[in-house]
């Protein structure tokens, strides 16, 4: 090992964050971060969160919202402390939880299920779009049920663990 590797470690630089993620990631922290950090001075503190947030054209964060995201942070946020957050962040991301938020957003009461035809509009519609035979594929494998509704949270369930979930 290198001296200046041997310094680094014995600095404890948190179990060495940088192996946790790819090069190319670590240089889009790096961006993101230089983003942030507002005045340049190597740190994220209030005033760059507020600056940040006026920038993303939210002008109304409240002083609280500021000082519990910093209440994060072990110390001052500097680029490794950031990287160190967001490793913690990602390492504990459930799939299955992830998945169901994003299916979450179009079911603002909460139901549980989407409409197939709503379903079937999103995925033809939006993004990367699906094609009438994957529609065909993906309601084969997981019909609707007779009201024409698309029960997400057991698709969720099969995409993530491969069975489907024991009716309580």
Do not use: C, W
């Not at 519990?68 to 942070?73: C, Y």
């Not at 065909?136 to 009201?147: I, K, L, S, T, W």
């Amino acid at each position: 090992m290198s001296p200046k590797k041997a310094k680094k470690r014995s600095e404890g630089a948190s179990s060495n964050v940088f192996s946790m993620f790819e090069q190319a990631q670590i240089q889009e922290f790096k961006e993101a971060f230089t983003i942030m950090d507002q005045n340049r001075d190597g740190f994220i503190d209030k005033n760059d969160l507020r600056d940040t947030f006026a920038a993303l054209g939210r002008l109304n964060v409240k002083q609280e919202e500021i000082d519990d995201m910093l209440k994060e942070a072990p110390g001052p946020v500097n680029f490794t402390v950031f990287l160190t957050m967001f490793g913690e962040k990602l390492k504990g991301a459930d799939p299955e939880e992830t998945i169901l938020n994003a299916f979450k957003v179009f079911d603002p009461e909460g139901t549980g299920t989407l409409k197939k035809d709503y379903v079937t509009d999103m995925l033809t519609t939006q993004a990367d779009r699906f094609s009438a035979e994957e529609m065909e594929q993906m309601f084969a494998a997981f019909p609707p049920d007779v009201a024409g509704n698309l029960d997400y949270k057991n698709l969720v369930h099969i995409i993530t663990h491969g069975e489907e979930k024991d009716q309580e």
